[in-house]
């Protein structure tokens, strides 16, 4: 099993699901993030006072998938998460050791 | 718990006083009003024919009647003037501040405007608007009017009457004294701007007080006061009553709804207050971003708004004067909107809805010590010219004066103030479009001597109002700094005044 973090632009969010929901993943865990990578920040200029905004506003998805998914998977985030521009994001692949549905009891694959 | 009882006995005390004053007021009132009518020295106010009283027996042409549509423009208007404080200045401020401290802008706002209202009906109204007595008459009013005393006999229905500019035009003295009670309040709001994020409740509180008092009172009686249009019935008279008038009135400043009184005077007390305090912590370090611009936005609208009461208000009768006042003020807050915006567009790249907003109140403060006293091509230049220079005075003077300014009180009210009353001087000139002014109150005609004269005129006024208002912010921060202290602790500081002052929190999702 493999955990796939991907953190992407904000108003990417609706089609990354639409394309991870197409290829059957199950569900995926959204947050709203702050961060920088090469995009870096923006100034904001208010009256005389002059702010340098280092973080920008992402939104990070979790997707806990099978492995036979992964190559799948991470296809459909790139496409549809892709715009061109720098800050499109980046897609984290860890090694998922174990789950458990907590209505069931269910644990490992079937529990994805 | 002792603390607490102790506030609970001073309050009692407080209002104890406050209530026996105003019964004693109560029962003088008769007794003022009837000894109004006849004894012209000891008319306290504005007013000739203080009295529209049936018991005088005057003859009808002596004692005018108010007339319904003036009183009801001026309630209106004295409404208005308190939607210019709350809640338009508390979110105009409130927006600007972070979200940790919205609350205690609002609650400094809202609390002082109360304080500083009931101050005015016990002491203010009277110090600031009735004649005084010996050197100090020119610089302050006297007693007469303590608890409104004398302002009407309510039981009897007889009302005292205040001059306006017109001859043989009056309103209630009451009224008078309702629509100058905004103003009081709502310049003593102004200069919270300039300590917000860091000043204690307390201090806030007593700060307001003395200022009110030795900075307000003074020169709104030195710019305002005089015996009104009517007292002037015969030259003879001339001299005698214009010695009775106020210091800078006297001079011949012109200060059509408070440029002097109410905007440089706040913001010259907000930049030394910001000197007094010091800087917010992190100041310079850490982002002190605007926390909701929406409210800012908000604020500054109702401000324009509620400023149609302050200036065209100030005509004090619903007439042509009114009429230029709302126009002008109408023109120059759009002019200097416009000029504010495209300035910071091309000197900082993007067109700011905080630019905007600060543009608007620029203007309105600009155009106020002006607005009935300068024509359509004075609203024009003074406008687009205070949104020029009010956006030097919140950034290339700012960091001159390198004080902590919060909300630039000194760069847009100081400023905007100075601009206003010089210009005032150029554009009142026929010449320019403007009015004139009136040389002689015994005919009420009007004339106008040099522009240069009355620019020299206005530049003193200014120069008094800056050093008076200056003095007395220093003088009575000190006095509060002694007795309760300035600042909150850096703690609550960094935890937000809302929480630590008040004991709660604005949003709560």
């Given at each position: 099993?493999k955990?796939v973090?991907a ?12 394309a991870l929901?197409?290829i ?39 997707a806990?998938i099978?492995?036979?998914m992964l190559d799948q998977v991470m296809e459909a985030i790139e496409k549809?998460a ?9 897609i984290f692949v ?19 | ?509």
């Open positions: 099993m955990m973090t953190v992407i632009k904000p108003f990417k969010l609706d089609e990354v699901r639409e929901s197409a059957g993943v199950q569900g995926i865990t959204v947050t709203e993030v702050k961060g920088f990578g090469r995009q870096k920040g923006h100034t904001e200029l208010y009256r005389g006072a002059e702010y340098v905004v280092d973080f920008l506003p992402k939104v990070k998805i979790e806990a099978k492995d036979d549809s892709n715009t061109g521009k720098i800050g499109d994001g980046k860890f090694d998922l050791q174990h789950v458990v549905r907590i209505r069931t009891g269910e644990t490992g694959a079937d529990a994805l | 718990m002792k603390k607490l009882n102790s506030l609970l006995v001073t309050t009692v005390l407080l209002f104890g006083v406050a209530f026996a004053g105003a019964t004693l007021a109560q029962d003088n009132a008769a007794s003022a009003l009837s000894g109004a009518a006849s004894a012209t020295a000891a008319v306290p106010i504005l007013a000739t024919p203080a009295v529209e009283s049936v018991a005088a027996t005057a003859t009808p042409a002596a004692a005018p009647v108010p007339n319904k549509g003036d009183v009801a423009w001026m309630l209106v208007c004295t409404a208005m003037v308190l939607l210019m404080s709350v809640p338009a200045l508390a979110l105009f401020y409130g927006g600007l501040v972070r979200s940790k401290n919205m609350l205690s802008v609002l609650m400094q706002v809202f609390v002082t405007f109360s304080l500083v209202t009931v101050l005015w009906v016990i002491y203010g109204y009277s110090l600031a608007f009735t004649e005084g007595s010996g050197v100090l008459s020119k610089f302050i009013g006297g007693t007469d009017r303590l608890f409104l005393n004398g302002i009407a006999n309510v039981a009897t229905g007889e009302f005292a009457m205040a001059a306006t500019f017109s001859k043989g035009v009056v309103i209630h003295e009451m009224l008078f004294a309702a629509f100058q009670a905004t103003f009081a309040a709502l310049t003593c709001c102004l200069i919270l701007g300039s300590v917000a994020e860091r000043m204690k409740f307390s201090a806030v509180l007593l700060f307001i007080t003395l200022w009110f008092t030795f900075s307000y009172l003074p020169i709104a009686h030195m710019v305002w006061f005089w015996m009104g249009p009517d007292a002037y019935s015969d030259p003879s008279l001339v001299e005698g009553l214009n010695a009775k008038a106020g210091y800078l009135w006297q001079m011949g400043a012109l200060d059509f709804a408070g440029g002097t009184v109410v905007h440089i005077n706040a913001g010259v007390a907000g930049l030394v207050a910001a000197y007094m305090l010091g800087k917010r912590i992190g100041y310079g370090k850490e982002a002190m971003t605007p926390h909701n611009l929406t409210m800012t936005m908000l604020g500054a609208s109702l401000l324009w708004f509620g400023w149609f009461g302050f200036n065209a208000g100030s005509a004090l009768e619903a007439g042509n004067s009114a009429v230029l006042a709302f126009m002008n003020t109408f023109l120059a807050t759009a002019c200097a909107v416009l000029a504010w915006t495209f300035a910071e567009w091309m000197l900082k790249g993007k067109p700011s809805m905080l630019g905007a907003a600060s543009g608007a109140v620029a203007g309105l403060v600009a155009i106020t010590p002006a607005a009935g006293n300068v024509g359509i091509p004075g609203a024009f230049a003074i406008g687009t010219i205070a949104g020029f220079v009010c956006l030097w005075g919140v950034t290339g003077l700012k960091r001159l004066l390198k004080a902590d300014d919060s909300l630039d009180v000194f760069g847009v009210h100081a400023v905007g103030g100075i601009v206003g009353a010089l210009l005032t001087g150029v554009f009142v000139s026929p010449a320019l479009g403007g009015p004139g002014f009136v040389t002689d109150w015994v005919t009420a005609s009007t004339g106008f001597t040099s522009i240069s004269a009355q620019v020299w005129i206005q530049a003193k006024a200014v120069g008094i109002a800056v050093v008076w208002s200056g003095v007395v912010t220093a003088v009575a921060l000190f006095i509060v700094k002694m007795v309760v202290g300035l600042r909150v602790s850096e703690d609550d500081e960094r935890e937000g005044l809302d929480i630590t002052s008040h004991g709660e929190t604005a949003y709560n999702n």
